[in-house]
């Protein structure tokens, strides 16, 4: 059974650190493209990261650039997204998203709360 599963997420201040992590299992997650997206109340969803499946290549939203790392361990079949920095902007819901050219698999994601 495949799954993604989020955690991390939660209430933080204003230029607080939070670290997302989504732990993948049922399928081989070391050749899939993982990317995190996010959707706030009202708006669109949102790319935020993407990393290869060596995790030799990532990409990153501009507004998240500088504040944001993704990484993946593949031994241990999970991604990491390290939020420092985080504004009242970053509230959303984070998905993680797991892609191999026809395969398409989402987490259920986790809220993230940024006061001011």
């Known amino acids: 059974q495949v799954q993604l599963v989020e955690s991390g997420g939660g209430l933080v201040q204003f230029g607080g650190s939070l670290r997302l992590s989504c732990a993948a299992s049922g399928f081989t997650f070391s050749l899939y493209v993982i990317t995190w997206y996010r959707q706030a109340p009202g708006k669109e969803r949102e790319l935020v990261a993407r990393i290869s499946s060596t995790g030799g290549s990532t990409n990153y939203a501009d507004s998240v650039k500088g504040r944001f790392t993704i990484s993946r361990d593949n031994a241990k079949n999970t991604v990491y997204l390290q939020m420092n920095s985080l504004k009242p902007r970053d509230t959303a819901v984070y998905h993680c998203?797991?892609?191999?050219?026809?395969?398409?698999?989402w987490g259920q994601g986790t809220q993230v709360t940024v006061s001011s």
């Open positions: 998203n797991a892609r191999n050219g026809f395969k398409d698999y």
